[in-house]
């Protein structure tokens, strides 16, 4: 009887000790919140909002910049294609680049092509095979919108013309025959956005 009271005596203290122990575990930390990056603000140009973004409060002839990111979508596309201040020049203080805070974004920009009109086949010819290529240059009209990030609010709206000036010097072929559409001018739409982004 007592060899039978020493066997069961550990095997209740083991589970007791497990017990204590679950009940002194520390709790799991609550994951670190990532950055915003650009491609969370397309969410704006399909009526939606962005809660992360600091609300856009416009205060005119004091001088401050509301920093927006820039969007374009070309008739021949389901997504929009976020864009640098490299391939869009506007006020390098208005845009945020690759890299920067996009936690400080107020504004998103959305252009999109909603009609296009073939403007030229530029032809083109492999140097060392000699095998020709076909680019189709569109000539697009592009409504611009912009939005308030946080709020998801419209805030203005216009349309701007790409009109075609002559085939690019070059193009990165994959095809045989690709499409091209042109950009929009810049100075239109930083005309336009001035009054939200530097009110």
């Known amino acids: 009887m007592s060899t039978k009271i020493r066997v069961v005596l550990p095997i209740a203290l083991i ?19 990532r950055p915003l990056m650009s491609f969370d603000f397309e969410e704006a140009c399909r009526r939606g909002s962005i809660d992360r973004a600091p609300a856009y409060e416009p205060e005119a002839g004091s001088g401050k910049i509301h920093p927006m990111v820039l969007f374009k979508r070309d008739t021949a596309d389901d997504s929009y ?20 805070d996009y936690g400080t974004v107020e504004l998103v920009v959305c252009m999109t092509g909603i009609e296009s009109t073939l403007a030229e086949d530029c032809a083109y010819e492999d140097d060392d095979s000699g095998e020709e290529y076909t680019l189709h240059v569109y000539e697009t009209t592009y409504e611009v919108k ?6 998801g609010e419209e805030l203005g709206t216009t349309t701007v013309k790409a009109e075609f000036e002559t085939c690019p010097m070059f193009h990165m072929f994959s095809d045989k025959e690709e499409d091209s559409y042109v950009y929009p001018p810049v100075s239109p739409v930083q005309e336009f956005l001035q009054q939200y982004v530097e009110p």
């Open 81 to 100: 294609l976020d864009l640098s201040p490299d391939s869009f020049e506007l006020p390098i203080p208005w845009m945020v680049d690759y890299g920067g």
């Open 146 to 151: 912009v939005y308030a990030a946080h709020s």
């Open 15 to 33: 589970g007791l000790l497990l017990l204590a122990a679950c009940g002194e575990s520390t709790p799991t930390p609550e994951p670190t919140e």
